[in-house]
Structures are given as structure tokens and as C-alpha cells.
């Protein structure tokens, strides 16, 4: 049988202007804070609401914050996790100004992901508040690092964090996330020759050597990734997003290095990837004897996701969601999150959370406040249901 939760949408709507105003821009990000100020407040958060928490050093100054709502014993465990740190804010005007207009917030990280996170805070308050006791307990994970290489929520998994299901809160307009592509990043180098450009001929042009690398990427390789198809998903991506070569006009280039972003659908591995990508550079060299290329181990990998919807996770939030918002679907995502390390470790994950991608990391991201108070609702229930 469900039930409702009371909350108090101004309530929740400080919360979220309060988590807004606190900058917790990611460090790797120029100028970058960290997640140490947002970390204290949810803690100040749970002191009031009378929540045990723990503080869980990821990096120096910059730790995880998991709070704790217990029910019976041997009923289900239930993980929240949404992560504290943002993308830079360079861009924005006034990004740490929470700016109401009508029934948007406005602010960095209202998006993605602070809304998610007033949100599940709300939702963990009108648990401890509705007056009866629980079946289920929730674990709610404040992650750090979700920006850049996801270390909190791994931090929390190596640490013991277990639950029998877990929702990642990112912007997904409250649809059920259970499909989304993994992520590898690297970097290729060609080697050539440095010489005067008076006489380039004495020299071998690494940016040249490159140049044909990047056309092979674009003409083959990529064509090829259209014929791979995932039913929520569709096909798997490479994108060239850097490159850098040479130090002045006047000198052939001796090095160029560029970096690489391929999403990877369910079933792909890094050894394939590494695989088809060394095959396309061997087919380079036959064809050119000067072509010197060398590919570093990846910056980051990261998993995807695939969650079927039999699981017991998928059934309740999705019907959660219908009830609440008149639609239950379930869909898949391209990018990447924390849920793929949860249902690597054995925890069931779906990604659910107030707003649109399509707001996030902007000049103007906002989030709809129907959507966040929607979302504690969700997210309660869920837990009351599990």
C-alpha cells in the first residue's frame, strides 16, 4: 500500500538555494574548492534532523558524507547517492546566486546534481518524520569527485557501503535510468622530426602524422561504430577532443598528442576498444614507414550501466514515478555516473533525478521545483516500498 509524505516545499526549496550557494566546484576544475563547505552542511543538516552520519575522507579536504535512517531488522537496504561537486562555473554569471524565477531555481549545480540532493535530504527527513516505523533503511551518500573520476562513490565501495538497491540522483526529468554508455579517455602521441621550416624535408611533421590518424578515426572507425546498436542506447561514440603539437610557427613539429573520449555500450570492454583502435594504427604504419604513434594507458575508464527491469530496484521506482508523475518510462542515457560502480559491486542502481541533462554544466542551468518536490516523493516512497 503507498502512502504520501508531507514536506514543506519552501523548505526544500532552501535547502536547495542553500546547497546552490555554496560553491563545490570539482578542483580539477581551475579554481576548484572542493566538496569540504557542502560536505559540512548536509552534515549540519543531519544533526538537526537528528540523523546519525559518518565523515569519509576521500581526499584531503574533500569527503564523502553517508547518513543513516535504520528500519526493522532484516528488512532491505536502500542506497540514495547523489554526488556534492559541480563542473566549473567559469561562464556563468553570478553562478553561486540562487535566482528563483517562476517555478525554476537557477544556480550551478541546480541541475546536476543539487536538486537530486535537496531532494533525497527531504526525502530522508520525511521518513525519520512520518511517525511510523520503517520495514527498509536508507543510506543516503553525499558523494565527492563524481565530476572527474568518481572516487567517492568508489572510496564508499571499497569502505563497505552494501545496500539491496540504489538510485543515483542526475537530471533525468524523473524518467528511470537503467542503461547508460561507460567512458574511456586516453592519449595517442606521434613522434617526428623537429627541422627549420625552411626545409620542412629534413623534418617529419608529427601534426602531419596525426592529421592522418584523425582521418582514419573520422572515415573508418567511427562509421563502423554505427553498426553496433543497443535498444536504449543506440551506438557507441569515439570523439577527438584535444589536441596539441609544435612550439612555434617556424619549426616542424617533433610531437602532437591528442585526447580521446569513447563511449562504450554494455558488453564492450577497454581490451577491444584498445584493440580496434591498435589494429587502425598498425594499418597506418604499413602504409607509412615514418609514422611513429604511441597510446597511453586510459586517464579514466568508467563502466556501463545495464539494469534489468525485472530488478526489484527498477520495479519500485519506476512504479513510484508513475504514480507520481503519470509516467513510469524507463530509458537509457549516454553519459556516465556513479550507479555503474554500484551495479558493478553487486547493488542493482537506476538513475532517477529532477531536471534535464540538457540544463546541466550551462550558462544558464536550472532545475524545475515541481520536479525536485516530485522527486522526494519518488524517492520516499521508494524506500517505504522497497
Known amino acids: 500500500m503507498s502512502m504520501r509524505f508531507a514536506n514543506d516545499p519552501e523548505a526544500v526549496f532552501q535547502t536547495l538555494a542553500d546547497l546552490v550557494s555554496i560553491n563545490s566546484v570539482n578542483p580539477h576544475f581551475p579554481g576548484g574548492p572542493g566538496e569540504a563547505a557542502i560536505a559540512e552542511y548536509i552534515c549540519e543538516f543531519f544533526r538537526k534532523i537528528h540523523i546519525p552520519f559518518e565523515v569519509q575522507p576521500v581526499f584531503e579536504g574533500r569527503p564523502n558524507v553517508i547518513g543513516k535512517l535504520e528500519g526493522r531488522s532484516g528488512g532491505h537496504t536502500v542506497i540514495l547517492e547523489a554526488h ?38 527531504h526525502a530522508v527527513k520525511a521518513l525519520k518524520d512520518c511517525g511510523r516505523s520503517l520495514e527498509n533503511s536508507v543510506l543516503l551518500l553525499a558523494a565527492a569527485d563524481e565530476e572527474h573520476a568518481f572516487r567517492g562513490v568508489v572510496k564508499a565501495l571499497e569502505r563497505g557501503v552494501r545496500g539491496d538497491g540504489a538510485i543515483v540522483a542526475e537530471p533525468t526529468d524523473l524518467r528511470t535510468v537503467v542503461a547508460s554508455k561507460g567512458i574511456l579517455r586516453w592519449r595517442i602521441h606521434t613522434h617526428g622530426k623537429a627541422a627549420h621550416s625552411c626545409k620542412p624535408h629534413l623534418g617529419v611533421n608529427a601534426i602531419g602524422k596525426m592529421a ?32 596539441q603539437g609544435g612550439i612555434q610557427v617556424n619549426q616542424v613539429p617533433e610531437s602532437c598528442t591528442i585526447e580521446l573520449d569513447r563511449r562504450m555500450l554494455p558488453g564492450e570492454t577497454r581490451r577491444q576498444v584498445w584493440q580496434e583502435i591498435e589494429s587502425l594504427i598498425d594499418e597506418l604504419r604499413l602504409q607509412d614507414p615514418e609514422m611513429v604513434i604511441e597510446m597511453e594507458s586510459p586517464t579514466l575508464e568508467d563502466f556501463p550501466l545495464e539494469t534489468s527491469p525485472t530488478e526489484r530496484i527498477v520495479q519500485t521506482v519506476s512504479t513510484a514515478s508513475g504514480r507520481v508523475t503519470g509516467h513510469s518510462q524507463v530509458i537509457g542515457v549516454p553519459y556516465g555516473s556513479d550507479a555503474s560502480k554500484f551495479a558493478r559491486a553487486g547493488i542493482p542502481s537506476v538513475i532517477l533525478g529532477p531536471g534535464s541533462i540538457d540544463h546541466a554544466h550551462g550558462p544558464q542551468e536550472y532545475v524545475d521545483l515541481d520536479q525536485v518536490m516530485n522527486a522526494v516523493e519518488i524517492y520516499a516512497s521508494t524506500i517505504a516500498e522497497f
Open 84 to 121: 556534492m561537486d559541480t563542473a566549473s562555473e567559469l561562464g556563468m554569471e553570478n553562478p553561486f546566486v540562487p535566482e528563483r524565477k517562476g517555478n525554476r531555481l537557477y544556480g550551478r549545480g541546480s541541475c546536476d546534481t543539487k536538486g537530486g540532493l535537496a531532494a533525497m535530504m
Open 212 to 243: 592522418k590518424l584523425i582521418l582514419a578515426i573520422q572515415e573508418k572507425y567511427c562509421p563502423a561504430l554505427t553498426s553496433r546498436q543497443h535498444p536504449l542506447l543506440g551506438c557507441p561514440t569515439l570523439n577527438v577532443g584535444v589536441i
